[in-house]
């Protein structure tokens, strides 16, 4: 058994004969583990002795949380272009199905135009929760934190203008691409987050630029409900929302972490 180091890439994958394995990346292979989640988040891992190429895997949702918070409206930009409160003084919050998460190169569904027919991305970078945790002092709210990964929190646009709650714009299948991978060791707070559409950037933003702070808004949620390990806390998107449409590919990049890639259709 090996302890984990403080910077690392892992991944949630099924191997080709459809065993679902976490593993930690180097450059273009996966060392495989034979660690459970509950392992990993207490820096214990067990390499089982097999490598493979990422390029031969299925990468999955990089974790399996009991709940998928998000905050919405952390950035000034994001509010003002959507109608929302632009200068929070208490987090606004929303839950996402768990059966919205899909993974990175998994296709994002648009529903059926009369249920929807403004459909938008929205980058962002999610925390992956490593302890139990309630009632969090801020200024412990970070060691809660077992590494960060990619967020889309897609979403039906026409829907929460009109819905006196986010839940059916939000919660549609395949509106939460998730991945592909958590970083450990990286600080949320000082994160760049650059979305493109078929290649063009329409968001460009840094964590920095948050009206409420990460810590703020781990301790505050703590006091609403326990945090569980695995959780994911969405940390909101940047101002750059916009349509998409099927045949569109949607990247989101965030520096340390890599790159989110999905289709539309």
């Given at each position: 058994m090996h302890v984990l180091q403080?910077?690392?890439?892992?991944?949630?994958?099924?191997?080709?004969?459809g065993n679902i394995h976490y593993g930690i990346v180097e450059d273009e292979m996966i060392l495989q583990l034979s660690s459970s989640f509950a392992e990993l988040v207490n820096k214990e891992?067990?390499?089982?002795?097999?490598?493979?190429?990422?390029?031969?895997?299925?990468?999955?949702?990089?974790v399996k949380p009991s709940k998928v918070v998000n905050f919405g409206w952390t950035y000034a930009g994001h509010a003002k272009e959507t109608g929302g409160e632009a200068n929070l003084v208490e987090p606004f919050l929303f839950l996402k199905p768990l059966?919205?998460?899909?993974?990175?190169?998994?296709?994002?569904?648009?529903?059926?135009?009369?249920?929807?027919?403004?459909?938008?991305?929205?980058?962002?970078?999610?925390?992956?929760?490593?302890?139990?945790?309630?009632?969090?002092k801020e200024e412990d709210?970070?060691?809660?934190?077992?590494?960060?990964?990619?967020?889309?929190?897609?979403?039906?646009?026409?829907?929460?203008?009109?819905?006196?709650?986010?839940?059916?714009?939000k919660g549609f299948d395949t509106f939460g691409p998730l991945g592909p991978c958590i970083v450990t060791g990286v600080d949320p707070t000082n994160l760049r987050i650059v979305t493109t559409l078929n290649g063009r950037v329409v968001q460009d933003g840094n964590t920095n630029?948050?009206?409420?702070?990460?810590?703020?808004?781990?301790?505050w949620?703590?006091?609403?409900?326990?945090l569980e390990p695995g959780?994911?806390?969405?940390?909101?998107?940047?101002?750059?929302?916009?349509?998409i449409k099927s045949g569109d590919e949607v990247v989101v990049e965030v520096e340390n972490i890599g790159r989110l890639t999905n289709g539309v259709q």
């Open positions: 403080k910077t690392q890439k892992i991944v949630r994958y099924q191997n080709q004969q891992i067990k390499y089982d002795g097999v490598e493979l190429k990422y390029s031969d895997v299925k990468i999955l949702e990089p059966s919205s998460l899909i993974a990175d190169k998994e296709k994002i569904i648009l529903p059926p135009n009369d249920l929807s027919n403004q459909v938008e991305l929205e980058g962002e970078v999610a925390l992956i929760i490593g302890k139990r945790g309630k009632n969090i709210a970070l060691d809660y934190v077992f590494g960060c990964t990619i967020f889309n929190d897609v979403t039906a646009r026409d829907l929460t203008k009109k819905d006196p709650q986010f839940t059916r714009g630029q948050m009206s409420l702070s990460i810590p703020f808004l781990i301790s949620l703590s006091q609403v409900m326990t959780d994911i806390l969405a940390t909101g998107s940047p101002s750059g929302s916009c349509p």
